[in-house]
């Protein structure tokens, strides 16, 4: 009985050192981020982000459902692009989207976290450039491409934290969506590593 309490005790410990909050807290920012479960495809903002793949003519997950509710006209635009490079992002419209805009970027096959922070980075600063003060980001790389969900929220949250520290006034709301349970709560865990309240 001993033992089980003494490990009780213990997990809750360790629970509470990874939780630990890793930036200041912050109630301007905190007003800025939203954790949002459902399909990306339904948000009315200015621009819902695409984990698309390299050629950016569409492909299963989220790219799917962003090209099936937008229409022919999002697939033709795409084609003018000629594809994406790993790490980057590329700006089109929406059509028939709610959104304004899809940010298409292509997140990394396997862990690869320089490049899983490049994407994030570069729909922020696609955002910041095209003055768009709405953004909705799903778990790239994620689904098909196979990054662990935890790993993976950590780049995201850190990525969004930074980015939200240096340009807050630019910023009207950044929301993570996200489509799956397991999401949600490795979301709703991390968040006050990185936004933490009182
Ligand atoms: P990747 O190829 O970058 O891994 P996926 O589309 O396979 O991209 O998966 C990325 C994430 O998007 C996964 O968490 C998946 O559950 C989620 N997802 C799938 N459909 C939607 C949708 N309609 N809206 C938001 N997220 C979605």
């Not at 360790?14 to 800025?32: C, D, G, H």
């Not at 729909?123 to 790993?151: F, Q, V, W």
Request: charged share 25%.
């Amino acid at each position: 009985e001993y033992y089980h309490k003494y490990k009780a005790d213990l997990l809750k410990k360790l629970r509470k050192k990874k939780t630990k909050p890793q930036y200041p807290v912050n109630a301007e920012i905190n007003r800025k981020v939203s954790i949002w479960k459902g399909d990306i495809t339904t948000l009315e903002i200015d621009a819902i982000v695409n984990a698309a793949n390299s050629s950016l003519l569409g492909g299963g997950g989220v790219d799917g459902a962003i090209h099936e509710a937008a229409g022919k006209k999002l697939f033709e635009e795409c084609v003018t692009l000629h594809g994406c490079k790993t790490g980057e992002a590329k700006i089109t419209g929406g059509y028939k989207l709610p959104a304004k805009y899809v940010i298409h970027t292509v997140g990394p096959i396997g862990e690869k976290e320089m490049l899983l922070t490049s994407a994030y980075e570069s729909c922020l600063k696609i955002m910041m450039e095209n003055k768009l003060r709405t953004l909705a980001l799903p778990c790239i790389s994620t689904g098909i491409y196979g990054y662990d969900n935890e790993k993976a929220c950590h780049v995201a949250l850190k990525v969004v934290r930074e980015f939200l520290t240096a340009n807050t006034d630019s910023v009207d709301r950044v929301i993570f969506c996200l489509f799956l349970a397991k999401d949600v709560d490795l979301y709703e865990e991390n968040m006050q590593i990185y936004f933490p309240v009182e």
